[in-house]
């Protein structure tokens, strides 16, 4: 732990989150509060014809780190499907729980090394991933309803 938590990358990101603000004619929503932290994560989806997203918007109330990592899914997920954020939030997990060397090859998300030793943050830092996951989950059944 001798690297601080909250670096000046990690400050930037977290005031540059791409697609902020919500979608009104999302195909699906989904908020996802933190049982550890409290924070919140509001994502809203549109997708499609090929189940990947095509429009996003998030709206966050976290911490920096939070903030930080809904920044970088945020910038990676348009033209992505559901199977590649799962993979992505399963490959950035198990680097934080130490069972990958590297969190991944997302633009910036090294940045978020600096949170392995703070088992108490990872929820916040996965949070992003599970709101938009449980998003696309909601738009892809209303698709199929369709």
Not at 49 to 60: H, R
Not at 96 to 102: A, K, M, P, T, V
């Amino acid at each position: 732990m001798n690297q601080p938590l909250y670096t000046r990358d990690i400050l930037r990101l977290a005031v540059s989150i791409p697609h902020e603000g919500r979608l009104p004619d999302a195909h699906g929503s989904a908020e996802i509060r933190s049982q550890t932290c409290g924070s919140r994560v509001v994502a809203d989806v549109r997708i499609s014809s090929d189940q990947k997203i095509e429009q996003l918007g998030v709206e966050v109330n976290a911490c920096a780190l939070g903030q930080a990592s809904t920044a970088i899914v945020a910038g990676q997920a348009v033209g992505r499907s559901s199977t590649e954020i799962k993979a992505a939030r399963e490959h950035l997990q198990d680097f934080l729980e130490g069972r990958q060397e590297s969190p991944g090859t997302w633009r910036d998300i090294d940045l978020l090394a600096t949170a392995r030793d703070y088992p108490g943050r990872h929820a916040a830092i996965l949070l992003p991933y599970d709101a938009i996951l449980e998003a696309l989950a909601i738009a892809s059944q209303a698709d199929g309803a369709s």
